[in-house]
C-alpha cells in the first residue's frame, strides 16, 4: 500500500532550522525518510542539529544563511542544489517576534520584523521556486501564526509588527499558490499557537499568569506540546496533501475560535 505520507527521496530546506520549530521539523523531516539542508545564521546550532539528524539515521547538512540577505539567500539555494541536485520542499519557518506596538516600535524593529518574516520567504522562494517549476514538483510551506489572525490586548504581549508580517504571510501564499499551481507546486500556510520555544521560552513561558490565562481560553485547556506541529507540516509537505493549495491552517488547540 502506498504511503501517501513517505518522504524517502525527497530533499527539503528548512529555513529557521538552528532551534525550536524549525528544528523539530527538520528532525521529523528526516524520520520521513527526507535528506535536510538545515538553514539559519547560527552554524554550530546547525551543526549539533546535523549531528542529532545523523543519529537518528538521518541525512542533512548545515547550510549558514541570513534569510533577509539576497546574495546569502542565492549561495545557499545554489549550494544545496550542488550537494542534493534539486529541492523538493521548502518550510518557510525563519521568522522573529518582537514586542511593541506601533506607538512604541521603533522603524529598526518594523523592518526587522518585516524583513526576517515576510522579506525573508520571497528571497528564499524566489531562488527556490525556479527549481521546483523546472522539476513540475515542489511543496512550499510558510510558516505564519495564530497572531496574523488574532491579536492580544495585553500590552505585556502586544507585538503588532509581528500581527502583521504573520497575515502579510497568508497573503503571500495565496499569491503563490495561485500562481505556481499549475507547475505542480502547492503552496501552503500553517498558523501555530503557543509552543515553546526561543521566541517564547523567556517571554510567554516565563508568565504562569500568562500561561494560566492563556490554558483556560483554549478548548483544548493548555499550549502545544513539543512536535504537535509537525504532523501538519508533513501532511502538507507530503503527497497526502497533493490537492490542497493555498490553505491557511491553524494548528492552535482552537484557540482562534472562541
Ligand atoms: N513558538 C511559537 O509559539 C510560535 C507560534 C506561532 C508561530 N511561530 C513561528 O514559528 C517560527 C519558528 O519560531 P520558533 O518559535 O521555533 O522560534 P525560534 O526557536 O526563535 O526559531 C526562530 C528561527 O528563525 C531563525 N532566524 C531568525 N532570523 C533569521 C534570519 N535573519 N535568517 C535566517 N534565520 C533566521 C533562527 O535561527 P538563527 O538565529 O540561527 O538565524 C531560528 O532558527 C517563526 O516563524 C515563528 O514566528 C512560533
Redesign the pocket.
Known amino acids: 500500500m502506498k504511503n501517501l505520507f513517505d518522504l524517502k527521496g525527497k530533499i527539503v530546506l528548512v ?8 528544528s523539530d521539523a527538520a528532525k521529523a523531516y528526516a524520520e520521513y525518510g527526507a535528506k535536510v539542508a538545515l538553514l ?3 552554524k554550530e ?1 546547525l551543526e549539533s542539529i546535523a549531528e542529532e539528524i545523523k543519529q537518528l539515521g538521518g541525512e542533512s547538512i548545515p547550510v549558514q ?4 540577505n539576497e546574495e546569502m539567500v542565492k549561495n545557499a539555494v545554489e549550494e544545496i542544489i550542488k550537494q542534493y541536485g534539486k529541492i523538493d520542499i521548502l518550510l518557510n ?5 518582537i514586542k511593541g506596538g506601533v506607538h512604541n516600535l521603533t522603524e529598526e524593529d518594523w523592518n526587522k520584523s518585516m524583513n ?2 515576510v522579506k ?1 520567504i520571497y528571497l528564499v522562494s524566489k531562488y527556490v521556486i525556479p527549481y521546483m517549476k523546472e522539476q513540475n514538483y515542489g511543496k512550499v510551506v510558510n ?1 505564519a ?2 497572531n496574523a489572525v488574532i491579536a492580544d490586548k495585553d500590552d505585556l504581549f502586544i507585538r503588532h509588527s509581528y500581527n502583521a508580517s504573520k497575515s502579510a504571510v497568508i497573503g503571500l501564499t495565496k499569491g503563490m499558490a495561485a500562481s505556481y499551481g499549475k507547475h505542480g507546486i502547492t503552496v501552503n500556510a500553517v498558523g ?4 515553546e ?4 521560552k523567556d517571554t510567554l513561558f516565563k508568565s504562569d499568569e500568562f500561561l494560566k490565562e492563556y490554558s483556560e481560553k483554549n478548548p483544548v485547556e493548555r499550549p502545544a506540546e513539543k512536535g504537535e506541529l509537525n504532523g501538519t507540516l508533513i501532511y502538507l509537505s507530503s503527497d497526502a496533501s497533493s490537492y490542497v493549495n493555498g490553505q491557511f491552517i491553524l494548528v492552535d488547540g482552537g484557540v482562534s475560535i472562541v
Open positions: 529555513t529557521g532550522a538552528s532551534s525550536g520549530l524549525g539559519a545564521r547560527r546550532k544563511c541570513d534569510v533577509t519557518n525563519s521568522g522573529v517576534a526576517t518574516n525573508g510558516i501564526s495564530v501555530p499557537a503557543l509552543f520555544s526561543e521566541i517564547t
